[in-house]
């Protein structure tokens, strides 16, 4: 059974220090007793060690929102993965559709990211996800396909399993509204095929897979129960500290229906 997990990347939305300890403390007060899923908190990257500090005696984890493509060398402005590490990040977000197309990282950068993360004993969150143009030409699939294949390229079994991957259609991040709940199922169950299909029954069934893209609290609950939807993944609305414990609620009621289920 895959445990279900709630993260949230403040991006750039949150910047400043005060605003960003105050809200993983509140944040913290609010959801950091949770067990039975997991949660992360991924600030921007000056943020990280205030973070750590607050969260370190609760049950949420934190993360970068991106990593080094290169283990260290001349790569001015980026931040290794060993340091990452040594800042007890247990998630790196890895090609989310902002650094696609405004920094222009590719499916090449995004596997070696994806690599080197595990190599450090962290968990990479993989975004993909399709533009508008790509699904109004049916073509949703050869991309999403394409990007799977690129993040696991390097990966070995065992290594595979941990890999979240985070499904974000570009048309719905930062809109009032998400994708309907429907049409990301299909879009997961063909994940979860696609995942079997290359890989084997038994890593499709460890690696999670979440959705991102203007999740709120009203959305939370629909997305949530579908049987392919792993997590959420939030962006704008988990910037309140009373609106991302919604959001958990959701998931974590629909995680303890799964046990009633189980139960009986
Ligand atoms: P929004 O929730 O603001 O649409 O952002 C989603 C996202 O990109 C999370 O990575």
């Known amino acids: 059974m895959?445990?279900?997990?709630?993260?949230?990347?403040?991006?750039?939305?949150?910047?400043?220090?005060?605003?960003?300890?105050?809200?993983?403390?509140?944040?913290?007060?609010?959801?950091?007793?949770?067990?039975?899923?997991?949660?992360?908190?991924?600030?921007?990257?000056?943020?990280?060690?205030?973070?750590?500090?607050?969260?370190?005696?609760?049950?949420?984890?934190?993360?970068?929102?991106?990593?080094?493509?290169?283990?260290?060398?001349?790569l001015t402005g980026e931040v290794p993965p060993r340091i990452l590490r040594e800042l007890g990040c247990e998630y790196i977000e890895i090609g989310h559709a902002e650094r696609r197309n405004i920094f222009h990282e590719t499916d090449e950068m995004v596997a070696k990211k994806v690599k080197l993360s595990l190599d450090y004993g962290m968990v990479p969150v993989v975004c993909i996800g399709e533009s508008k143009e790509e699904k109004d030409e049916k073509l949703s699939k050869v991309k999403l396909k394409t990007q799977i294949l690129w993040a696991m390229n390097d990966l070995g079994e065992e290594e595979r399993k941990k890999v979240i991957l985070a499904y974000e259609p570009i048309w719905a991040i930062g809109q009032e509204e998400a994708a309907h709940p429907d049409y990301v199922e299909e879009v997961h169950s063909f994940l979860r095929q696609t995942l079997q299909s290359e890989y084997g029954n038994e890593s499709s069934d460890m690696i999670r897979i979440i959705y991102g893209g203007s999740v709120n609290s009203e959305n939370a609950l629909e997305l949530s129960r579908q049987e392919n939807i792993d997590g959420l993944f939030v962006g704008r609305f988990g910037l309140k500290a009373a609106d991302f414990e919604r959001i958990t609620q959701a998931v974590l009621q629909v995680k303890d229906k799964y046990k009633e289920r189980m139960v009986r």
């Open 2 to 74: 895959r445990k279900k997990i709630v993260g949230t990347s403040w991006k750039t939305h949150i910047y400043s220090m005060v605003e960003g300890k105050e809200l993983a403390q509140e944040i913290k007060e609010r959801v950091g007793y949770v067990e039975n899923i997991d949660i992360f908190i991924l600030p921007t990257y000056p943020l990280i060690p205030a973070i750590a500090d607050i969260l370190q005696d609760s049950h949420i984890k934190w993360g970068a929102q991106n990593v080094s493509h290169r283990e260290k060398g001349a």
